[in-house]
């Protein structure tokens, strides 16, 4: 049974930092893709950044530069350092997992991933 679990969560200040981490288990080999979306109040849930198996990464255009997706792949960890955090980034961080590799990039979309977290909160103000 694959669990993920998120940690971080937290209130800060505009233009402070804060580190996300999501820990996969139930799951013994290196899982092919592992990200981060966020859903804002009242939006949808939307891709934040990605990492595959190999370390390749793809980010959304509104955290390039302030945000860092790393992995553990050892652990089946993922990770996402956010600097220069503004109040529009405030929303509920989901860790999210595509077991396998099929043939396709990794990608933003929700779809292409399996597993969820149960989110955690990130406020900046």
């Known amino acids: 049974h694959v669990q993920l679990v998120e940690s971080g969560g937290v209130s800060v200040q505009a233009g402070g930092s804060l580190g996300l981490s999501c820990a996969a288990s139930?799951?013994?080999?290196?899982?092919?893709?592992m990200a981060w979306f966020r859903r804002l109040t009242g939006k949808e849930r939307e891709g934040v950044a990605t990492?595959?198996?190999?370390?390749?990464?793809s980010y959304r255009d509104s955290v390039k530069g302030r945000f860092t997706i790393s992995r553990d792949s050892t652990n089946n960890a993922v990770y996402l350092q956010m600097d220069g955090l503004k109040p529009e980034d405030t929303a509920i961080y989901y860790c999210a997992a595509r077991l396998t590799y099929d043939g396709g990039w990794c990608g933003l979309a929700g779809a292409r991933y399996n597993y969820w977290g149960q989110g955690t909160q990130v406020t900046v103000s």
């Open positions: 990492v595959d198996s190999d370390g390749g990464t």
């Open positions: 139930g799951y013994p080999y290196n899982t092919y893709c």
